[in-house]
């Protein structure tokens, strides 16, 4: 039971830029709703000692100054077509003091389930979308003296690199270590005059493949869901790489598969082999892939706002099972290998002249999926396996854990580095209740 004490309105320390700022093509195809992560600490002296949630108010303000995007609101656009534009008015970002009995082991193995939920703030997303803070924060103290720190900021205006620089800079400014490093804030860096070289296929906007027999996909979005939370030691990693990479030692000049490629191919096929798809089956994997460093000039490494594209990879159930894990990393690498300077650009033109952006939005304001649907027969992995994503010290030493929140659907999956750096990966993935014991024994049994 989480009881709520106080609710402070955190804004910037020092008067900032009162503007609209532009929000790119790839921003405007987010999820207005927010991206749930959880942070815990173990008991401390320094906590203990000091009120951590001062500390925690006095530190935002400040990097509010940096990141002061962040304290502004979004509205509709005059433009129509589901558009926002950004008001950087300075009005806020709210944190939420709350208390628990339970105590931080309670929480386990830390699997995203409803008890985590509760340490991270809901939004009433039925608010008129200008009175909806972009960063929410809540700090729950524990009976045994730890705390957690639940974190919710608008994908509309932060990635993942974007929301790890915010956090980490935050925390800083909080603990008084050097240096700070600002954000890079103008997003129209993005938009160039330089004529394309090539167009943009919008086939991997396409709505995903549905069932064989249930092309309305109603009933399989009825279907209860379930959570696990898996771990892959660096041997079974390496097992897995070592089978994908004997089709590639078979070829010249190829490299290896890497260890996302590898795991990822590993659980498409758990999943497909899991929900007993037909031979016929056409099952697609989507994820997203950073290209700050694939544009040229790159993007700067202080870049904030969205700099991810879309990808997919698509086989059949019956190929993919029939054929190697090679033959699927190799599916992979080549969605991968689409996203060039050239094809980002495509892609960044393509969505500025969509008449509606609305349809790639793909969550409902509770996490679960509209519109398009990303669950059985496909899958959706989201990877953290580049992304510095420990050591957040606010000056009561660093999280024990740090993860995502539990808004999930069917056939969502994160790859986490594990936290003790033993180069071993935590999976976690949603399906239906079901389908989940299958996909268990399968991800062991077939490494």
């Known amino acids: ?91 806020g970002v709210p944190i939420f003091e709350a208390e628990s009995e339970s105590k931080v082991e309670d929480f386990g193995d830390f ?27 809540q700090l729950t103290r524990f009976s045994c003296g730890g705390v957690s720190i639940g974190l919710g900021i608008s994908h509309v205006m932060a990635d993942g690199p974007s929301a790890l620089h915010f956090v980490d800079e935050w925390a800083k400014i909080s603990r008084g270590a050097e240096p700070i490093v600002p954000p890079f804030l103008d997003r129209k860096v993005l938009e160039t005059d330089k004529p394309l070289s090539s167009t943009f296929d919008p086939s991997v906007l396409r709505p995903p493949p549905t069932l064989i027999g249930q092309e309305d996909n109603l009933e399989q979005r009825k279907k209860p869901i379930t959570v696990a939370f898996l771990n892959l030691t660096k041997l079974q990693i390496e097992k897995l790489r070592n089978k994908a990479n004997l089709d590639v030692n078979k070829e010249t000049n190829s490299r290896g598969y890497s260890r996302f490629e590898a795991v990822a191919a590993h659980i498409w096929r758990c999943t497909s082999k899991a929900r007993g798809h037909v031979a016929e089956q056409q099952t697609s994997l989507h994820f997203v ?23 997919e990879a698509t086989d059949k159930s019956g190929s993919l099972l029939s054929n190697s894990i090679g033959t699927a990393s190799k599916k992979i690498r080549e969605a991968v290998e689409k996203v060039t300077d050239d094809t980002v650009r495509a892609y960044l033109d393509f969505l ?12 409902d304001n509770n996490g679960r999926p509209k519109g398009d649907f990303y669950g059985n027969p496909n899958l959706a992995i989201i990877s953290w396996t580049a992304l510095p994503l420990y050591g957040t010290d606010f000056g009561w030493g660093k999280e024990i854990h740090m993860g995502p929140g539990s808004m999930g659907f069917d056939g969502k999956t994160f790859i986490i580095p594990s936290h003790d750096g033993d180069g071993s990966f935590n999976i976690a993935i949603w399906l239906q209740e079901e389908h989940m014991g299958t996909f268990k024994k399968c991800f062991y049994d077939d490494i």
């Open 1 to 91: 039971m989480v009881t709520f004490k106080a609710t402070h309105i955190v804004r910037p320390a020092e008067p900032t830029p009162d503007e609209i700022m532009y929000l790119n093509a790839c921003d405007q195809i987010k999820d207005i709703s927010h991206t749930p992560t959880i942070y815990f600490y173990k008991p401390s002296e320094a906590l203990g000692a000091g009120d951590a949630v001062l500390r925690l108010k006095d530190s935002l303000s400040k990097a509010l100054v940096l990141f002061y995007p962040l304290a502004g609101r979004l509205n509709w656009a005059a433009a129509g077509g589901s558009r926002v534009e950004l008001h950087c008015n300075g009005k």
């Open 111 to 137: 699997t995203p389930t409803p008890a985590i939920q509760a340490l991270i703030p809901s939004v009433d997303y039925t608010t008129p979308i200008d009175e909806i803070p972009l960063v929410i924060v």
């Open 289 to 311: 892939a950073d290209f700050r460093n694939k544009l040229k000039p790159s993007l700067p490494r202080t870049f904030f706002g969205n700099a991810l594209i879309r990808v």
């Open 352 to 363: 500025k002249g969509l008449p509606d952006v609305g349809r790639f939005r793909s969550l």
